[in-house]
């Protein structure tokens, strides 16, 4: 029997039987910029309702879902254009075409679970690493559909995010990670998650190693709720972390030392 028929189709990051699964945030995470919040600064309502929205679900005021909804139905760019203006300004994060290819030699899935949306992270991703490499990344997050009595997304307005799940979040991170953390003593990975804001809060906890960007909002969260985690500035900084673990050299309870 191959390692691949050992697990259920639904856990596809087990298909390898790897030892370690990376799991991370795409926006501001993957990318040095988040993307949403660039359309939403620059073709919606701009970033003073932005961060008031960030800050009311950060502090418990209301659900991400519903302030992610309203930032996103702000914008009515055709979709086309907003995809042609995200590639023309977003940028991929300096570590992770390393971190990437080390991991793909490793046998350590990464797996990219997102707030946003399927089809920005796939244009991004084809942008960043090449059409091949992209397609090789297991990525959970939401859709884009045609806004009712719209006919195309390419028309003004005529776009609409469709969210993964019925959660207040909209995709529910730690629901996608929860099977792996569950699995028997013998074949549970050790999990990593990457993040940066208030959509991961769903995730933080349910990892061995959280890593949290510096100077954003998962390390408030983290510190209110005592999630333990380690910062961190881009993916050179993680990799040298994940090597050392992989190694032996270093426990993942040991690099978890908080705000640096």
């Not at 297991?138 to 799940?165: A, C, P, Y």
């Amino acid at each position: 029997m191959g390692s691949s028929e050992l697990f259920p189709p639904s856990l596809p990051a087990m298909a390898t039987n790897p030892k370690f699964i990376f799991f991370t945030d795409f926006d501001g995470t993957i990318t040095q910029q988040d993307s949403n919040d660039f359309m939403t600064d620059t073709l919606g309502f701009g970033p003073e309702l932005r961060k008031r929205g960030n800050e009311d679900v950060l502090f418990g005021r209301r659900d991400f879902r519903d302030s992610f909804q309203e930032m996103l139905d702000s914008i009515t760019t055709p979709f086309d254009k907003c995809i042609q203006t995200l590639l023309q300004n977003i940028t991929l994060d300096a570590g992770f075409k390393e971190f990437f290819h080390w991991a793909k030699e490793n046998n350590m899935p990464i797996v990219i679970l997102s707030g946003g949306m399927e089809p920005v992270i796939r244009a991004l991703l084809a942008h960043f690493l090449g059409e091949e490499e992209a397609h090789s990344l297991q990525i959970v997050s939401n859709q884009v559909v045609v806004r009712e009595g719209k006919k195309s997304l390419t028309e003004e307005g005529g776009w609409m995010i469709t969210f993964h799940d019925d959660s207040g979040f909209g995709h529910d991170k730690s629901l996608e990670i929860r099977p792996y953390a569950n699995l028997p003593a013998g074949q549970r990975p050790v999990l990593f998650y990457a993040g940066d804001g208030v959509s991961d809060l769903s995730a933080a906890k349910e990892t061995d190693l959280l890593f949290a960007k510096a100077g954003k909002d998962l390390i408030t969260y983290c510190e209110k709720e005592n999630v333990p985690f380690t910062t961190f500035h881009d993916f050179t900084e993680i990799l040298a972390v994940v090597k050392d673990i992989v190694a032996g050299k270093l426990t993942v309870k040991e690099a978890a030392v908080g705000r640096k």
